[in-house]
């Protein structure tokens, strides 16, 4: 172990973090992002006792859901890289600007499409699952009109949520998540079990909850952890270079994003045709997996912060050194997370209420996830976070759209529907858009383009 500790404190102790304090800041993530991914496996658990429509309904929904959070979601991303230059500046005026205007800006964007998705959330569901059962399709129109309304508090608590943790402040934003997430376990067990609402009481669970976490996190960052001086005032203050910065390194994430999720409706439609009961397997194997992508969701989290600062104090060796040494260290984690949890899964399965029809499809999913994620969506997921930070969004995003087209898309219904592998082909499409992803990216960074300094010091 001494040798180990060693030979990190030489790979990740530089001028600007220290390998303990990397070390403090990857544990805090990494027990935030299984405490969020835990706690919607839990939840999916509990949707999925009320019966196969509920789960399929819900699973469908989350990607046409997952599109519009997604552009918010990605604009907090891209507003807290900018924070995250700034403090690498060291300009905190600019930093609890930044702040207030990331925070307003999500919201109105939130407003906006909520509004609009609330409103033709039936036409939308009718026009893409045309197919489904009538009461899977019900189900689905009125959880898609509960998220709707959730989208709005969870606009304003996911952008201070990025926003501490590019700032390294990962105790913060970890506490942020241990409320809203027991909030929204607690509340589930009482609306779905408790008050047997169904479909109904997964939707305002999320309602809750999110307001919730909201009202904590407006608390947290103007009166308790307020460490920059950050003002109500500033959440209505819109200067033209600040939402500029916002927009510009958050829209290429969120243009990438939704491409990449209306690829994943493409999905949705072929899976669409395969039986509820193939769906529903999907969705709990796809729950699963998302265990085993807290640690790389944690890695990723931990580039942007890292690899951030070190744009924004310009320096550039130091961003690509780190960048690899983190990969590295990326893989041998997922690994381990891959063995750890992979034993686990009869327990994961006892939690769902599985048919034992579907039990091994479930298994076999999982076996093709938990091999290709140390191997190839390590690198995938964290070399696009490193050129993204550089401002290489626009890259990211074609290699995330070309993949998907060639992967998921094309290659998993060939898989899915005329070679008659069902839900396995999707998953066997997922890991070959991985290997895509990562080859290209890997590629970029050899080179200096990528960097875009020209443009960051314009």
């Known amino acids: 172990m001494r040798a180990v500790r060693n030979r990190l404190e030489k790979l990740l102790t530089t001028e600007l973090f220290t390998y303990p304090e990397l070390r403090k800041m990857f544990l805090t993530l990494l027990l935030d992002s299984f405490f969020i991914f835990f706690i919607g496996v839990l939840s999916n658990m509990l949707v999925s006792r009320v019966g196969e429509a509920a789960m399929a309904a819900t699973s469908l929904v989350g990607t046409v ?41 999500c919201f109105l964007v939130a407003l906006a499409l909520s509004a609009g998705l609330y409103a033709g959330a039936e036409t939308v569901v009718r026009a893409l699952y045309p197919d489904v059962e009538p009461l899977v399709q019900e189900y689905a129109v009125r959880y898609m009109r509960m998220m709707c309304i959730s ?9 201070i949520f990025n926003i501490y943790r ?16 027991l909030a929204h376990l607690f509340l589930s067990l009482l609306f779905i079990n408790g008050f047997q609402m169904g479909v109904a009481g997964a939707g305002l669970s999320y309602i809750v909850a999110r307001t919730i976490g909201m009202v904590m996190a407006l608390v947290w960052i103007l009166w308790v952890r307020n460490d920059y001086g950050v003002r109500i005032s500033y959440f209505f203050r819109f200067r033209p270079e600040v939402t500029r910065d916002i927009f510009s390194l958050g829209m ?28 529903a397997a999907h969705a709990r194997a796809n729950s699963i997996l998302n265990l085993y992508q807290a640690t790389s969701g944690a890695l990723t989290s931990l580039v942007c912060t890292v690899c951030g600062q070190c744009f924004g104090a310009g320096k550039y ?6 960048g690899r ?26 939690m769902y209420s599985v048919p034992p029809e579907s039990v ?31 401002g290489d969004g ?59 300094v020209k443009s960051a010091h314009a």
Request: charge should be positive; glycine fraction near 10%; proline fraction near 3%.
């Open 65 to 105: 859901n997952g599109m519009i959070s997604i552009i918010f979601t990605s604009l907090a991303s891209g507003g807290a890289i900018a924070v995250a230059r700034a403090k690498g500046r060291g300009d905190n005026q600019e930093i609890k600007r930044a702040v207030g205007e990331v925070t307003g800006v």
């Open 151 to 159: 989208f709005l508090p969870f606009s304003i608590f996911n952008a």
């Open 166 to 181: 590019n700032l390294g402040d990962t105790r913060s934003s970890l506490l942020l998540t241990i409320v809203i997430n």
């Open 252 to 279: 290429p994430l969120a243009v990438e994003s939704l491409l990449l999720q209306g690829g994943m409706l493409l999905v949705n439609v072929y899976l669409a045709r395969l039986s509820t009961m193939d769906m």
């Open 317 to 322: 060796d130091l961003l690509r050194s780190y």
């Open 325 to 350: 040494n983190l990969i590295r260290v990326g893989r041998i984690a997922m690994a381990l997370t891959s063995l750890i949890l992979y034993p686990l899964t009869p327990l994961l399965l006892q």
């Open 360 to 390: 091994s499809m479930i298994y076999l999913c999982l076996a093709i996830g938990a091999v290709g994620l140390p191997l190839f969506a390590c690198d995938s997921n964290m070399t696009a976070m490193i050129l993204r930070v550089a």
């Open 394 to 452: 626009a890259f990211t995003g074609a290699c995330a759209v070309i993949a998907l087209a060639a992967g998921r898309c094309a290659l998993g219904y060939v898989l899915t529907i005329p070679f008659g592998l069902g839900v396995p082909g999707i998953w066997i499409a997922l890991v070959v858009e991985w290997i895509l992803r990562a080859v290209a990216q890997h590629l970029r960074m050899r080179g200096d383009r990528w960097l875009h």
